[in-house]
């Protein structure tokens, strides 16, 4: 069932389901929950204040109709005053709008933030290779910050703003019919071309930031790869390539500031046009008598008030369409199954207590097989039937050829990926059986590619155990010969990772391998863990790691004689299978394969006493 | 846990969060203005960046300036041609003339007309020159970056550069296409209504006018407090966005080594320091439009009233008022965005200042004025000879990585140059494909110095294959014809089977034409090695240098790429660094370097015979292949 949610989140999950803009959004409703009372009362607040300003004009009619008609100095002092009066409550309410739902709607774009960061964290590393992590962080920063501004601009004022529309039609029909008519049916064609023009103009803005993503991989790859670039004395042709592309953006750009120059004719020109008219009609009208100075002034002033609640309604349509989208792509993410899923399906028929005795601790591999979920079928697994035991305390090296599965077979044990059929057992037990807490606090793992954290040294060590001190982290710093972290400025409490100092692949390979073992771990998977040294490092590397080992089961992947030295036995992964087991003399003796990826000659040279 | 993020004085959030590449342990000197993001920048470097980039398309630049000024004149004549009405058209009407209304409505069919006309050539013409404005920086932040040197790339980390060109050119083009128009329409119109107004009526025009001082000082307050308020949000959410790549970019170890609940807390804490500062920057902006709509709001009720008292008493007449009226709305109405504008205003010119620190940088390592071509190459003729005369290479910011040292390699050979970290091997290697110049003395090929020779040449001449094989996004091919264009597909699968890439390349899904980036994670380490080696290959160039280059390979890749070397590239002169001394038993000479210094020289028989490091090296390494 886990299998399910997967395939339409390949490729960036850009997949285009067609589902209502209205259902989309209505997801976010579990978000918005909590703060519901202040969002309704912010948009409550603010329909009010906006037809406040609509009152204005009526203020603004009664004055030149009454008083100022009447030539009553005295009069206009009750109308200045309602007017101020009107202008400081439609200031404070829209103040009070924005303070409604200032911090509820931060706190609700923080929630969702939070959310997705842990649930992220719990998904399996089999969603995380599908997924750039770009595309995972544009989700938790733009695309969250676009529901923000949904909430607090599009949502209400698309209510705001029709209320506000129907109420000044209305006025403006009730004041004199026929000169509201002339303004009220413009307005009609208007919002129908607004919308028309922001869809198309949303899709040209979309064209125009995929340009602008593929502009940005030419520049990092750019920056990434100039050695090679210099190297090969190749800068001129890529700043060709750059400058095609850029030159594309720009005619992208260009059409989509012709889409904008014709919608803003179009909003300049149509009411302006409709209020011309009312008041060419209204001027006759007061000429004839037939109406107020007062009204038409209202009038006019009413219809200027309303333009922009007319002319928004387009683009907030368009805006909403994005929160949409925004939210798709947010629930994209969330709606993937967490690793913890698979747990009670897979733990329930494994568990066989009591069934542990001799001979079946250390770890176990039966059956072992393994494929890529995204693999097409007719691909064989790259794991196909590994049956392996490694004795409680003993060390195995894992050698194979480039290619053959050695990393992936690390990764199966930790249950960074799981297998696709056959059981991993530690001392007995299915790793399915164990909640995965239990099971990485049990194994302990150094990665070829050996990442640290933004923290200090010493923490990023303390990592691999809990309950360590600082006892602990000198002895895993002595064993990993990570003794240069004393010279850094600050010791072990020198900040490290990419907010910190950098460091050499070695030093970071060291690092990481005090990490593993700074726990006294009961299983240790290594992995290559010493590519990235010189000879001499290696060899002190070497000599106090085998101290380590020979108390603890460990899996050792291994590149180099010197690393399967490590091991009391070898094992050869072949074709997805585990080819031969013995030590490494024997192996040496015995398979052909073995001996050419260890000492890269052919089978010359049987014989190799120990 | 950590809190240093916060102090960071960066002004936007992407400029952190992918520093970082490593850069081989420096220790970081707090002095090195490399160590945070401004460089040097001389005084009016932005402005003079911004007048060369506008002048070129100055008579442009003058047409939008005049399209505007029209526009706006067509815009805000609307209230005085209802002032017009109500004050002459209506007593002429009842008069029984029809000719000031037909002008009204003649003047407002063309003013609506003409407005919406001159915005729509106005946006296209500011579009022409933003568009082209923007075009020719990211050009230029582009070709800059590429000539730049090595030496600036590696202090100046990828992270900042890639800011540079993307999220700083991005909010140039923000205010450039949303923010300049408007900001420029806003004041304009201020400028016209308030000429209008004080033309209508001295008195009101005075007063409106007036009521500007009180807005000028809440705007400049709210500049004052957001660009607080904005910074710190902005330095709130790149700590979030660098907790969050870090997570996703670490998920196997995050998850391997159960970290799970320790981040959710310790990016709960970040996600709420932004989720404050989020609040702090909203409430900001919601005290700032109360403020503007207060002040505006009462001056629109004390204009009028005003005005409606003198209409009353005689003293004005009421299409004015009315006009009046509709002015003080319009001219108080984009208050609100002002703010906005002001916003986005500033970090354009703060982008606008890093990007002039950017290309106020001169490549350390120039190219040629008169370049020397270097002496024809007998067919059969092994490489080129390299000489060091008298050289020695120190950082600019101090620091001496190379003494004074003077090295030959004739024409032909194969030199292994070993010795641990930090010994000097990368700089030696980095010197002779001129990605440094040295302090003193000069590098020679067949006696022509590096620095007088022009790039192609010199790029043909000398091909450095290093450890981090990358990968550019297209094919495969197109990766290794990166050595040489021109090549044919019979010439590149050639390369690749003589280093041993052929078989892998092959079982590919699409052989050849694999697009890199869809397969990229499948691609292993070892692998773009191959790829990267059949690229130096394919180029053929007579000096060829080996950085680490075989590090990622298992041993039968090793010896493949040894075997290559043997054949395809005898009779190249060749640099070869290594940690692994398998690499170097087929090394006609070997260096071993300590401290900047090369302390050992010599075949590698006599080195290993002898009692020196090397044949401690060697001892040690032999010991580990039992």
């Known amino acids: 069932m886990a299998v399910t949610t997967e395939p339409r989140a390949q490729e960036g999950g850009a997949a285009p389901r067609h589902r209502s803009a209205t259902r989309s959004l209505l997801r976010l409703w579990p978000y918005v929950r909590p703060v519901r009372a202040r969002l309704f009362g912010a948009a409550g607040v603010a329909v009010v204040a906006s037809c406040l300003g609509l009152v204005i004009p009526l203020v603004l009619k009664w004055m030149v109709d009454g008083p100022v008609a009447h030539r009553n100095p005295g009069g206009v002092w009750l109308g200045g005053a309602l007017l101020l009066a009107l202008g400081t409550a439609e200031a404070l309410l829209f103040g009070l709008r924005r303070w409604l739902v200032g911090r509820p709607l931060a706190s609700v774009e923080a929630s969702m933030r939070a959310d997705l960061y842990r649930h992220l964290q719990r998904l399996p590393v089999s969603f995380h290779d599908r997924w750039a992590s770009g595309q995972l962080l544009s989700r938790a920063t733009t695309d969250l910050m676009l529901l923000r501004m949904f909430l607090a601009f599009p949502l209400t004022f698309l209510v705001v703003n029709g209320v506000t529309v129907l109420a000044g039609f209305a006025i403006l029909l009730s004041q004199e019919w026929t000169l509201g008519l002339v303004l009220v049916v413009p307005a009609v064609p208007l919002v129908i071309l607004c919308s028309l023009f922001e869809r198309q103009y949303a899709t040209v803005a979309r064209t125009v930031q995929d340009q602008t993503g593929d502009l940005t991989t030419v520049v990092e790859e750019g920056v990434l790869g100039v050695r090679i670039v210099k190297g090969f004395g190749r800068h001129r042709s890529q700043a060709r390539a750059f400058r095609a592309l850029s030159e594309q953006v720009r005619s992208t750009e260009l059409h989509k500031a012709r889409l904008l120059a014709t919608l803003w004719a179009l909003i300049m020109t149509l009411p302006e046009l409709a209020i011309g008219a009312a008041l060419v009609l209204g001027t006759v009208r007061v000429a004839d008598g037939d109406l107020s100075a007062g009204t038409l002034v209202a009038f006019i002033s009413t219809a200027l008030t309303l333009r922009w609640p007319v002319e928004s309604l387009g683009f907030l349509l368009a805006m909403s369409q994005d929160a949409a989208t925004a939210t798709d792509r947010y629930f994209d993410v969330m709606d993937a199954e967490p690793a913890t899923a698979a747990d009670r399906l897979r733990a329930e028929p494994s568990r066989n207590p009591g069934q542990e005795h001799e001979g079946q601790g250390g770890m176990r591999f039966e059956g072992v097989e393994f494929a890529y979920a995204d693999a097409p079928p007719e691909e064989p697994p790259v794991l196909n039937g590994i049956d392996l035991h490694i004795r409680p305390g003993e060390t195995m090296a894992l050698v194979g050829a480039t290619g053959s599965g050695k990393t992936t077979l690390t990764a199966l044990v930790p249950r960074l990926h799981e297998v696709t059929r056959g059981r991993i057992t530690l001392d007995g037990r299915d790793i399915t059986a164990l909640t995965r807490e239990e099971l990485r606090a049990l194994v302990a793992v150094a990665f070829e590619e050996p990442t640290l954290f933004s923290a200090t040294a010493g923490e990023n060590v303390l990592m691999g155990a809990a309950d360590a001190g600082t006892e602990e982290l000198l002895r895993a710093l002595k064993v990993a010969q990570a003794d240069f972290v004393h010279a850094l400025p600050e010791g072990t409490d020198t900040e490290v990772g990419e907010q910190g100092l950098s460091l050499s692949g070695g030093q970071r390979q060291r690092l990481a391998l005090a990490r593993a073992v700074v726990g006294g771990p009961r299983f240790l998977v290594l992995d290559d863990p010493l590519s990235a040294l010189d000879v001499h490092t290696e060899a002190l590397v070497e000599a106090a790691l085998r101290r380590v080992l020979a108390s603890t089961t460990a899996l050792v992947v291994a590149h180099r004689p010197s690393t399967v030295l490590l091991a009391d036995r070898v094992a050869l992964l072949s074709g997805g299978r585990i080819a031969a087991v013995g030590t490494h003399q024997r192996l040496l003796r015995e398979s052909a394969e073995y001996r050419s990826l260890m000492s890269g000659q052919e089978a010359e040279e049987g014989e190799s006493s120990p | ?626």
């Open chain 2, 1 to 626: 846990m950590t809190t240093v993020e916060e102090e960071r004085e960066s002004a936007d959030g992407w400029d952190d969060w992918h520093d970082g590449d490593g850069d081989g342990g420096r220790a970081a000197a707090s002095d090195d203005p490399f160590d945070r993001d401004v460089l040097p920048v001389p005084k009016g470097a932005s402005l003079a960046l911004l007048r060369s980039l506008l002048s070129p398309r100055r008579r442009r630049v003058w047409l939008a300036a005049v399209l505007l000024l029209l526009q706006q004149a067509a815009v805000q004549a609307g209230p005085l041609l209802v002032a017009y009405a109500i004050d002459r058209a209506v007593p002429a009407l009842r008069d029984g003339r029809h000719g000031p209304l037909i002008a009204v409505g003649a003047g407002y069919l063309g003013c609506a007309l003409a407005s919406g006309a001159l915005q729509y050539a106005f946006i296209r013409a500011s579009a022409r020159i933003s568009q082209d404005v923007l075009l020719d920086l990211r050009g230029r932040i582009f070709r800059h970056a590429q000539a730049l040197s090595v030496d600036f790339h590696e202090r100046y980390t990828s992270g900042r550069l890639i800011s540079r060109a993307t999220t700083d050119v991005e909010s140039l083009r923000e205010l450039l296409t949303d923010g300049l128009e408007e900001l420029l329409g806003v004041a304009l119109s201020v400028v016209y209504i308030s000429l209008t107004l004080l033309y209508l009526d001295w008195g009101l025009g005075g007063a409106a006018v007036l009521s500007f001082w009180p807005l000028y000082l809440l705007i400049r307050s709210f500049q004052r407090r957001s660009m607080r308020v904005y910074r710190k949000r902005s330095t709130a959410i790149a700590a979030v966005i660098v907790s969050f790549t870090e997570t996703m970019n670490g998920i196997r170890p995050v998850q391997a080594f159960r970290r799970e609940r320790a981040n959710d807390a310790r990016f709960g804490e970040q996600n709420h320091r932004h989720e404050r500062a989020n609040g702090d920057a909203i409430l900001e902006m919601a005290r700032y439009v109360v403020g503007s709509r207060l002040v505006a709001n009462a001056a629109v009720a004390a204009l009028v009233l005003w005005g409606a008292y003198r209409v009353a008493s005689g003293s004005l007449a009421l299409g004015v008022l009315a006009a009046g009226a509709l002015y003080l709305r319009r001219l108080y109405d984009p208050i609100d965005r002002l703010g906005m504008f002001l916003n986005s205003y500033q970090s354009a010119a703060a982008s606008l200042e890093k990007i002039a620190g950017l290309l106020a940088q001169r490549p350390s390592v120039p190219e040629p004025v008169a370049p020397a071509p270097l002496p024809p190459r007998p067919a059969n003729a092994p490489g080129r000879e390299v000489v060091f005369d008298g050289v020695r290479f120190a950082y600019r910011t101090g620091g001496e990585v190379l003494p004074r040292f003077d090295l030959t390699l004739p024409a032909g050979q194969t030199v292994a140059v070993v010795g641990a970290t930090g010994a000097g091997k990368s700089t030696l290697a980095k010197l002779l494909a001129r990605f440094y110049d040295p302090s003193d003395g000069r590098v020679l090929l067949d006696g022509v110095d590096l620095r007088d020779l022009a790039l192609p040449e010199l790029r043909r001449g000398v091909v450095m294959v290093t450890q981090e094989a990358f990968l550019f996004s297209g094919t495969i091919a197109d990766n290794i014809t990166i050595g040489r264009p021109d090549a044919t597909r019979a010439e590149i699968e050639q390369a690749a089977k003589a280093i041993g890439a052929h078989d892998f390349i092959a079982a590919l899904p699409d052989g050849y034409d694999t697009d890199v980036r869809k397969r990229g994670g499948r691609i292993s380490a070892g692998q773009r090695q191959l790829v990267a080696f059949a690229r130096a290959l394919l180029a053929d160039p007579s000096v060829l240098i080996l950085d680490e280059a075989t590090s990622s390979l298992d041993i039968p890749g090793e010896r493949a790429v040894q075997r290559a070397m043997d054949t395809v590239l005898r009779g190249r002169t060749a640099v070869v660094i290594a940690h692994r001394l398998s690499t170097v038993e087929t090394a006609d000479r070997v260096l071993v370097m300590a401290d900047g210094r090369i302390v050992e020289d010599g075949p590698p028989d006599r080195l290993i015979a002898g009692e020196g490091r090397f044949a401690a090296l060697h001892q040690a390494w032999r010991d580990s292949l039992v």
